[in-house]
């Protein structure tokens, strides 16, 4: 008999604690832009880097409701599976824009491709993680996790990468 890795209770301390992170984050983030809400206004490139950051933390901190909300394995594993295709989109729309837009001209092409795929992954591992739980596959919720904590270094590498940038022109 195979182990079924999916025991909601089991995963409530983690989730709770990403899900507290990705809250706080979204305060920190709110509080570090106000504060050189000139600088990240006037940039195009910072303020949609930041814009994009907070909405990647509120699907962080959604997925960690989808979580810690009691419900069959079946409707978690759709959820996790729509919140990640929404995430998803994200990225594949800043790679578009970048690539037949050209709008972020100021960057170089693969220094903004490459924050992208980092996005692009972490959605697609928690895309297959909750299509596998859907399917019945609990061990999914091991690749939700790993998308989740991709998803977070992601966003704080970036968060402090622009903080740094607006740092440097203050």
Do not use: C
């Amino acid at each position: 008999m195979q182990p079924q890795a999916y025991q909601p209770e089991q995963w409530r301390d983690l989730y709770v604690m990403l899900g507290t992170s990705a809250a706080a984050l979204i305060g920190l983030l709110f509080v570090a832009t106000s504060l050189h809400l000139d600088d990240v206004v006037r940039n195009p490139v910072y303020h949609t880097r930041a814009y994009n950051q907070t909405r990647y933390l509120v699907l962080l901190l959604v997925e960690a409701v989808f979580v810690l909300v009691p419900q069959p394995p079946v409707a978690f594993g759709i959820e996790v599976v729509l919140l990640n295709a929404l995430g998803l989109s994200l990225p594949l729309s800043n790679i578009y824009s970048f690539v037949y837009k050209n709008k972020a001209a100021a960057v170089p092409g693969g220094w903004v491709i490459g924050r992208a795929l980092r996005y692009v992954v972490a959605f697609a591992v928690g895309m297959v993680g909750g299509a596998m739980i859907a399917a019945g596959l609990g061990w999914g919720i091991y690749l939700v996790t790993a998308g989740h904590v991709l998803l977070l270094v992601a966003v704080i590498d970036n968060a402090w990468s622009i903080m740094v940038g607006v740092g440097r022109k203050a």
